[in-house]
């Protein structure tokens, strides 16, 4: 609207959220916490291997740049650059596995966002805010929140007691479809992918190959998400993942469920840090 007033905080007196994790939930947590009103710093692995890569800002390690939903991610060469690239408003995203920057940035949000079933070095005392996705953490000795990851009525829900579910090992049904909408490796060896993201698959298509080995789609719909071809995997290993809605629409935008998951971020953010000045 015409002679709107701005209301946006500057970079310089927004509150900075770290996030451990640039795969498809985190990347959601980011695009929420972002739109009110934090600044955004992601930690990633030299190698991501993040399914959901087109709406993923761990696409940035390989490709300098990414842009989900309108909001640009771009990696930064170096802890040096960070700063500067907080400042430019954009998500920044940073290889750093054992988030070492963390003590240099000291931000008032820590988000895990790793969703690896159990907490790899994540404490209560590492921000004012600790907040963490999924099962393996505990509420108080862990983060000072977790966030349900599970579908279902708990889904987005913010724990402050307890844990979250167990991993169940079923990914949650869509359009019918449960765990066999999951392409997984078939043995070790390198992928090489023979579609694109949005491709429009039939059953038995070949969506690629690990080593000699093909994978197929087990039916008809869209590749919602595939990993990065050139890539090593182990057998079991999720590799893509096919929408029976057949919806390409779908292939870049964040997902019912990391929205909700970012939801309760979000919530648990705005009750832990209601009364810290932010400067």
């Known amino acids: 609207m015409t002679g709107a007033t701005d209301l946006r905080l500057a970079p310089a007196l927004r509150p900075l959220a770290l996030i451990k994790g640039a795969g498809?939930?985190?990347?959601?947590?980011a695009l929420r916490l972002r739109s009110a009103g934090f600044s955004i710093v992601m930690t990633e692995i030299p190698s991501p291997t993040v399914v959901r890569r087109s709406v993923a800002f761990a696409e940035a390690v390989y490709e300098g740049e990414v842009t989900v939903e309108g909001v640009r991610g771009v990696l930064a060469d170096d802890r040096t650059a960070v700063?500067?690239?907080?400042?430019q408003e954009v998500v920044t995203v940073i290889v750093d596995p054992e988030t070492t920057v963390l003590r240099e940035l000291e931000p008032a949000l820590l988000v895990d966002a790793i969703v690896a079933k159990r907490n790899v070095g994540t404490s209560v005392r590492d921000a004012p805010a600790v907040?963490?996705?999924g099962p393996g953490f505990l509420v108080g000795r862990d983060a000072h929140?977790?966030?349900e990851t599970c579908r279902g009525h708990t889904l987005g829900r913010v724990i402050t007691e307890g844990e979250a579910l167990p991993n169940t090992g079923i990914p949650g049904e869509i359009g019918g479809r449960s765990a066999e909408r999951v392409l997984r490796a078939p043995g070790q060896g390198i992928l090489r992918t023979r579609l694109a993201i949005g491709a429009q698959v039939r059953a038995n298509d070949v969506?690629?190959?690990?080593?000699?080995?093909?994978v197929v789609a087990p039916f008809d719909g869209v590749l919602r998400g595939l990993m990065r071809s050139g890539l090593h995997v182990t057998e079991g290993?999720?590799?893509g993942d096919i929408d029976p809605r057949a919806s390409c629409d779908h292939c870049d935008l964040v997902s019912d469920k990391a929205l909700a998951i970012a939801?309760?971020?979000?919530e648990a953010a705005c009750s832990l840090l209601g009364g810290v000045r932010f400067e």
Request: proline share 0%; no cysteine.
């Open 207 to 214: 969506v690629a190959h690990v080593g000699d080995v093909a």
């Open 145 to 147: 929140a977790v966030v």
């Open 131 to 133: 907040v963490a996705l």
């Open 83 to 87: 700063r500067g690239l907080i400042s």
């Open 24 to 29: 498809d939930l985190a990347t959601g947590v």
């Open 263 to 266: 939801g309760g971020v979000l």
């Open 237 to 239: 290993m999720k590799l």
